[in-house]
């Protein structure tokens, strides 16, 4: 099962819900981690979408509904090319 500290704890802090098993936090699953990985993101990759944008190289799709949709939507970009 997973349990989210904010949003979902469990019944019991440290205890599964499900199997009534030890629950344990990833090291790399906590506030600073995140932080810092919406920092590098901010800085190294948003800016890809402007650099793409001006090349006329971007694409862009809805990632929801139907999967057989979004992936004819993909397939669509490559047919265009």
Same mark, same amino acid.
């Not at 704890?9 to 205890?15: A, D, R, S």
């Not at 090291?27 to 981690?33: F, Y």
């Given at each position: 099962a997973i349990f989210n500290v904010h949003l979902s704890?469990? +019944?019991? #802090? *440290? /205890?599964c819900d499900n199997c *009534?098993? #030890? =629950?344990f936090q990833r090291?790399?699953? %906590?506030? @600073?981690?995140i932080e %810092?990985? =919406? +920092?590098?993101? #901010? #800085?190294?990759t948003a800016p890809l979408v *402007?650099?793409?944008q001006q090349q006329n190289k971007l694409h862009t799709i809805k990632g929801t509904g139907d /999967?057989? @949709?979004i992936t004819d939507a993909v397939? @669509? /970009?490559?047919?265009? /090319?």
């Open positions: 704890p469990p +019944k019991q #802090e *440290g /205890i *009534g098993g #030890e =629950l090291q790399d699953d %906590n506030e @600073a981690t %810092n990985r =919406l +920092k590098v993101y #901010e #800085e190294q *402007g650099f793409y /999967i057989d @949709a397939g @669509a /970009i490559f047919d265009d /090319i």
